[in-house]
């Protein structure tokens, strides 16, 4: 049951205090005293009237901690208020103020509506901060004020209405102000008041202690004297921060940095407004270029938070999205340059979060290797950074842009876990950082390592999107909500409810010798065994018999397809296939006609030595005229014929990274540039042929992003096909992504990676927690086989809905237990559920654990059946595994009934008797 306001974006304009209500979490942050964006909380959620600002008494400064930041907002406004002609006639004064303020609140009532209108805003506020200040001094100066009348004068001063003090942003960065109501502190004072020569700042700001104040934090967004008095300021160091800065007191790993043109770095950031915007705000400043969830107006609201440095001008928004149907919210930055300047990016994340430290912390995250993707990995983390990233130019095999960071070892049923999943499919960082405080800063974003990007004057830079996830109880319930979002608001809409055809491709049928006789051939067979696709995979275009020519030359071999694609469709189609095509457009052969048109249109730096990866080369996607061709080459060959599916692959990664089209100032941008290159590509022809099933691929799993499922509703995990294999990377895997996009195919034996030997059986069940396809030569195989796989095919089509539309729960790790592994799905609206379990090594004389289900209506009664039972069993009198002319059921007959209490909290009993060993059940609810 989703909370009230689940969804809804709250602002208490008294407090200074943001919160996000999702499905059943909150996230609240502050504007503190000093315009800094201060974290409070994000987790399990709380009442909404609740102040949630005494969060901020964690902060205690430690030694060595630089103290907090103390100037003005514009020294420029306070010079030209001390004037000798003003500093005498408090009438001046008084004008002053009166016209400042009525300027900011005309400025800013016009703000809801004009956003241009920044610069104006802060200096109208500038003005208004300093004369009220300086009136108020000179008040205090011109006579000798006895404690009864300071007492007053703080009294009327923390009066002040707080709609006078809210829209503006307070000019220094300490956690509580010793400003005692008039904004600047003693230290300030005596610096930038030295022209006042007839008192002093001590004198003037010595209160005496008898003085009891009558502030309260509820009355006012400033802190009580009292409790000042008892709270020592702190620095940056020490505070949780929604976004931060570089070198001014906060060493953990910044959220952006910028160099600017006199070499400074500096550029801490003060609120300066935001607006709530129903539904999901698009990103405008990427121009379509980056991939994004989307929300309807009503199941989401979005938050843009501007902050400036007030030196510079330069101005970043934080944007957050709020979900009402899951715990989730969307995170991005937009870095705006109004400094008059070229700013120069080195560093710019999608999201900061900081945490208060906890007993202890773990971090999850998924790690692996080509043909072995995406295992699960849990450390605990300790004091000092951490980071997982990719500098490949893909997302990688290697690592993953996920984390998940828990409080105690993760567990799938009990405990907190926050995690991040970054939607972009170039370089990543993701970074944790622990202080000696204890707590941990997590940063997500393009990796800075091989990231720059001159922005001039005028123009804005958006980066990929981060999803923050909330679970209370365990990684189970954090998988649920990124495949609930992943599936409503990421997925291309054409396909977010459908289940992919089952597919045979032709690569480890018949690698390069494909021809329209193999084809054919090959085509008849699965529509025998009820194989709805046929994909043609590498070999059908210019003159590519191997791996070493043709990559470019997007038109089709006349001898191995004299009719070209058209004719080969069409036959396909009568079949009743539907048809399916493989291309590879990022890559180029040196033995192409591309190449030997355009040898500039590669990645390389001219007169360096280059590296090839399976004897390609990059294509140069920076560049428009690059990205043109594909998108016309490929077009072309879309429009040949019925074609109703694309594998977009890419077998190698980016080195020699330089765009010779580019300046020397822009090739720190030329990572991040082709990324975009990808995206362009890939979204103008997802837009071109919307009715055609994108599914892509990067040597497997090298490219398996969030980014990618804005394109493709599955991506081909593993070019691992062999069934053991594939419950590692296919466990790991659904910690992130649901198993609906996920492409699991079931190849020949021995398996072309392992060699491994395995059952039809154990593979299919593999691949029926997945989008399942084939993966090998059917025209192979004996009437047993195929009348074997005949019937599995028609059982994947009955139960494949409850695997994409259900909850999917891991019931045993093979992490943890590396012989077993267990899954289930259940599918809510049709109460049935699908339950199957694996045993990869047997430990002979040892029983295996009970399977207990998950997701079930304790009080409801569903009968258990077993699918696909065993047809092998151990002779007692002779010890001998025999095959059985019966089928043998794990619980003595095909199906029970029982409650879903006892399969919940007893569970069934499993024999499994070989390695590779496997067996599956459906629960169909009774009630």
């Known amino acids: 049951m989703a909370q009230t306001h689940a969804g809804e974006v709250h602002y208490d304009s008294k407090l200074r205090l943001f919160r996000l209500f999702a499905k059943n979490s909150l996230y609240a942050f502050r504007v503190d005293e000093s315009g800094l964006l201060e974290h409070l909380h994000w987790g399990a959620t709380a009442s909404d009237t609740d102040d949630l600002r005494f969060l901020s008494y964690n902060n205690v400064a430690l030694q060595f901690d630089p103290g907090p930041m103390g100037h003005f907002t514009s020294m420029q406004a306070i010079h030209d208020l001390i004037a000798p002609t003003q500093l005498h006639d408090d009438e001046v004064l008084r004008r002053e103020w009166d016209a400042a303020r009525a300027k900011g609140r005309a400025v800013h009532a016009a703000e809801k509506h004009v956003q241009d209108e920044e610069e104006d805003i802060i200096e109208a506020r500038r003005r208004e901060n300093a004369a009220w200040r300086l009136m108020k001094m000179r008040e205090l100066r011109s006579k000798k004020a006895s404690e009864n009348e300071f007492s007053e004068l703080l009294g009327q001063l923390s009066d002040v209405e707080s709609e006078d003090l809210d829209y503006f942003p307070i000019s220094h960065d300490s956690q509580e102000p010793r400003d005692y109501g008039l904004g600047v502190s003693p230290a300030q004072l005596s610096l930038d008041f030295s022209k006042l020569k007839s008192f002093s700042a001590n004198e003037l700001f010595e209160l005496p202690k008898s003085i009891t104040p009558s502030i309260t934090p509820r009355e006012s967004p400033r802190i009580t004297l009292s409790e000042w008095r008892d709270a020592a300021p702190v620095g940056r160091n020490t505070k949780l921060f929604e976004y931060a800065d570089s070198g001014t007191g906060d060493y953990r790993p910044a959220s952006f940095e910028v160099l600017y043109i006199d070499g400074s770095s500096l550029s801490p950031l003060t609120y300066m407004h935001h607006r709530i915007v129903p539904g999901k705000l698009p990103m405008k400043e990427a121009s379509g270029r980056l991939p994004e969830l989307d929300a309807e107006e009503g199941s989401a609201t979005t938050l843009v938070v501007s902050?400036?440095?007030?030196?510079?001008?330069?101005?970043?928004?934080?944007?957050?999205?709020?979900?009402?149907?899951?715990?989730?919210?969307?995170?991005?930055?937009?870095?705006?340059?109004?400094?008059?300047?070229?700013?120069?990016?080195?560093?710019?994340?999608?999201?900061?979060?900081?945490f208060h430290s906890a007993e202890t912390y773990y971090v999850s995250h998924l790690s692996g290797s080509w043909a072995n993707e995406r295992h699960i990995v849990t450390s605990k983390v300790n004091m000092g950074r951490f980071s997982i990233e990719s500098g490949r130019g893909t997302s990688s095999h290697q690592h993953n842009p996920f984390i998940a960071l828990s409080v105690g070892q993760p567990e799938e049923d009990s405990g907190e876990v926050f995690a991040m999943s970054l939607v972009y499919s170039g370089n990543f960082k993701v970074e944790t950082d622990m202080s000696e405080n204890g707590r941990v800063r997590v940063n997500v974003g393009i990796n800075p390592t091989k990231f720059e990007w001159d922005l001039p004057h005028g123009d804005a830079f958006e980066t990929p999107e981060c999803v923050l996830v909330y679970s209370a109880s365990g990684l189970t319930t954090m998988s649920h909500h990124f495949h609930d979002l992943f599936r409503?608001?990421?997925?291309?809409?054409?396909?977010?409810?459908?289940?992919?055809?089952?597919?045979?491709?032709?690569?480890?049928?018949?690698?390069?010798?494909?021809?329209?006789?193999?084809?054919?051939?090959?085509?008849?067979?699965?529509?025998?065994?009820?194989?709805?696709?046929?994909?043609?995979?590498d070999g059908w275009f210019g003159s590519r018999n191997d791996a070493t020519s043709s990559l470019g030359d997007w038109h089709v071999n006349k001898e191995k397809l004299p009719h070209g694609l058209g004719k080969l469709a069409e036959e396909i189609n009568a079949l009743g296939l539907k048809f399916g095509l493989w291309v590879e457009p990022e890559m180029i052969n040196e033995n192409s006609d591309l190449y030997v048109s355009h040898p500039d249109w590669v990645l390389h730096q001219v007169g360096r030595p280059r590296s090839q990866g399976r004897n390609q080369l990059v294509l140069d996607l920076t560049r428009y005229e690059v990205r043109e061709y594909l998108i016309d080459a490929i077009?072309?060959?879309?429009?040949?014929?019925?074609?109703?599916?694309?594998?977009?692959?890419?077998?190698?990664?980016?080195?020699?990274v330089y765009a010779n089209a580019l300046p020397p100032s822009k090739q720190g941008e030329v990572h991040h540039r082709y990324c975009v290159g990808v995206y362009v590509v890939l979204h103008e022809l997802v837009k071109r042929f919307p009715h055609v099933l994108f599914e892509t691929c990067s040597g497997g799993g090298g490219r398996f992003d969030a980014g990618m499922l804005y394109y493709s509703p599955q991506i081909?995990?593993?070019?691992?096909?062999?069934?053991?294999?594939?419950?590692?990377?296919?466990?790991?895997?659904?910690?992130?992504?649901?198993?609906?996009?996920?492409?699991?195919?079931?190849?020949?034996?021995?398996?072309?990676?392992?060699?491994?030997?395995?059952?039809?059986?154990?593979?299919?069940?593999?691949?029926?927690?997945?989008?399942?396809?084939?993966?090998?030569?059917?025209?192979?195989?004996?009437?047993?086989?195929?009348?074997?796989?005949?019937?599995?095919l028609h059982l994947y089509k009955e139960l494949a809905p409850i695997v994409h539309n259900g909850d999917f729960y891991r019931l045993w790790n093979p992490f943890r237990s590396p012989s077993l592994c267990a899954w289930m799905s259940f599918h809510k609206e049709k109460r049935t559920g699908l339950m199957a379990v694996f045993l990869t090594s047997f430990d002979p004389g040892r029983y295996l654990p009970r399977l207990r289900a998950k997701g079930l209506d304790p009080d409801a009664q569903y009968q258990v059946e077993e699918i696909v039972p065993s047809t092998v069993a151990t002779n007692v009198q002779t010890g001998k595994l025999e095959m059985c002319p019966n089928p043998v059921y794990q619980l003595g007959q095909r199906s029970i009934v029982v409650s879903g209490a006892t399969l919940m909290n007893i569970g069934l009993p499993i024999h499994l008797r070989f390695d590779g060993d496997s067996a599956a059940f459906v629960l169909r609810s009774l009630s």
């Not at 077009?635 to 020699?656: F, G």
């Open 635 to 656: 077009t072309s060959v879309l429009k040949s014929a019925n074609i109703e599916y694309v594998k977009w692959d890419m077998n190698r990664h980016l080195t020699e």
């Open 716 to 792: 081909w995990t593993s070019d691992n096909t062999d069934a053991s294999s594939r419950l590692l990377i296919q466990h790991g895997t659904s910690l992130v992504y649901p198993p609906c996009c996920m492409a699991s195919h079931i190849s020949a034996v021995p398996n072309h990676q392992t060699m491994r030997l395995s059952t039809l059986k154990h593979r299919f069940l593999v691949c029926l927690f997945g989008s399942l396809g084939l993966e090998l030569d059917l025209r192979t195989l004996s009437p047993n086989e195929m009348a074997d796989l005949q019937s599995y």
């Open 488 to 537: 409503k608001h990421l997925f291309p809409k054409n396909f977010r409810t459908s289940i992919c055809p089952v597919l045979v491709n032709t690569w480890e049928a018949m690698y390069f010798d494909v021809t329209h006789e193999n084809v054919i051939d090959l085509a008849k067979a699965a529509a025998h065994c009820g194989v709805e696709m046929l994909v043609l995979d």
């Open 307 to 354: 902050a400036i440095d007030t030196l510079t001008g330069l101005q970043v928004d934080l944007i957050y999205t709020v979900y009402a149907d899951v715990d989730a919210i969307a995170r991005r930055a937009i870095i705006r340059n109004r400094t008059g300047k070229v700013v120069h990016v080195r560093r710019l994340m999608s999201a900061t979060v900081d």
